[in-house]
């Protein structure tokens, strides 16, 4: 399982570095003006339909399906089972996005509120948005295609293929831009040809496992049936997190104008550690605690869990406490330049430190969430979700206005930590996860280096000019961040560095 996050985490960490030049040239050419405002509109709409019908409520349902099938009856049979899934899928998708496009200003009415009424920005959000749409068709099959990868423990495809979607944005951007309406279209265009690619990359993927596709037929076998059974609560569940994410996009665009950009910037910096790490540890997880399951494992998938949560702490605290503390400095040397003022770098450092505030929550959500998915349970995930989208809604109301564009990303982080802590004490009360000694005794000292790595970066900065950071200034902050927090660690043994060298020589002689 740990072999397996760190393949999808070096994948996802070149995609993440890839989707940072790409966010950096964005920030250079829209800055946070109406353009800008339209395109991160249009590019929510079909990330949202995809992480409902793709990444969310049919990962949640197919992944432990086809790893118990692949485990118990053969790849004949998982062969067969995801054939049928991709017909069902392919059905499905193409007539949402053929409504879609029909149904395009209607459906923006209900996302950008606040758009409806400055014809400029919602005529570019309607446009580019029927652009990017087919995208969903694509990249929903893709996480289909993901799922039997992960499934058969190859984790290196699937992982790859969000490299791709980088790759075409910034070509579109310096090369198509000139021969369109202007640069949010020329991104639009990118995004819909890179869901081909990753398609085209993991059906090669699948191929080359060995696993042999004829042509897939409509039928609703007893697998397909279970499946949707067992979907359908995660797919209210998956709404209700979209929802989630969708109340902070129709807060943004009721707020002043460029917040919505301000907001997606100060998000993709928080997401950089957050999916090289939590997306690496769920996608590697949900199968190996499935199987441990599935074979009567118990007490192995308790020990995944544990160290799951050892790593994913490890690893976003001192990235929530460098962001939180050292925002403005982030944003001055990854946006100022261009279109992209440093007015914007304030109002987007504080967006961030809010959402870094939440990172270790968020990360924890990927590693509870599959010890319900693992057992059948689709439902409670669900009951939790829709409480901590009520809480967000909330909180939104109350911060939208003392707060501006910081109010959406502190009610995301405290809504996240709310939905975090009750998934962990549901499996606690369930008996399906408890510490065990080794992480009694690391997780205390890990918070502990946390605590002393804030307080030196907290020091470092009243010390220095409060002028626009530069890159001098910002390596200054790694080091010192990097030296109070794992040098403590060390120390105190709250990291397992030798284990950890250990993987890194077994993964390299394989």
Known sequence: MIRGAFTVGAWTMASRVLGFVRDILIAAVLGTGPVADAFFVALRLPNLFRRLFGEGAFNAAFVPAISTILHKQGLRAATDFAEEATAVMAFWLGGITIIGEIFMPWLLYVLAPGFAGHGGRFDLAVGMSRVMFPYLFFICLTALFSG???????????????????????????WLAPYTRNPGYALAWGVTVSGVAQLALVLWAIRRAGMRFTRPKLRFSPHIRQMFRRMAPALVGAGVTQLNVSIDIIIGTLLP?????????????????????????????????????????????????????????????????????????????????????????????????????????????????????????????????????????????????????????????????CNALLLFWLLRRRGHFSFDALSRRRIPRILLAGVVMAAALWGVQRLLPQSVASLPYFLLLVVVGALFYFGPGLALKAFDLAGFLGLLRRRKRG
């Open 257 to 417: 104008a460029g917040s919505v950009s301000i907001l997606y910037y100060a998000d993709r910096v928080n997401q950089l550690p957050l999916g090289v790490i939590a997306t690496a540890a769920g996608t590697a997880l949900l199968p190996a605690v499935t199987r441990n399951i599935a074979l009567g494992e118990e007490a192995e998938a308790n020990t995944a869990l544990n160290r799951a949560f050892e790593s994913v702490l490890m690893l976003t605290l001192p990235a929530a406490i460098g962001l939180s503390v050292a925002a403005k400095a982030v944003m001055d040397v990854a946006f100022v330049r261009g279109a992209f003022s440093a007015h914007d770098a304030v109002l987007a450092g504080r967006s961030l430190a809010a959402f870094a505030l939440g990172l270790p929550v968020f990360a924890l959500i990927k590693i509870f969430t599959p010890g319900f998915y693992a057992r059948g349970d689709t439902v409670t995930p669900l009951k939790i979700g829709i409480f901590a989208v009520l809480l967000n809604l909330g909180l939104n109301l109350l911060f939208m206005h003392p707060l501006k564009a910081v109010g959406p990303a502190l009610a995301t982080s405290l809504s996240s930590a």
């Open 148 to 174: 039997v990868l992960n499934a058969m423990s190859r984790f290196a495809a699937a992982a790859a293929a969000p490299v791709l979607f980088n790759l075409f944005m910034i070509a579109a951007m310096l």
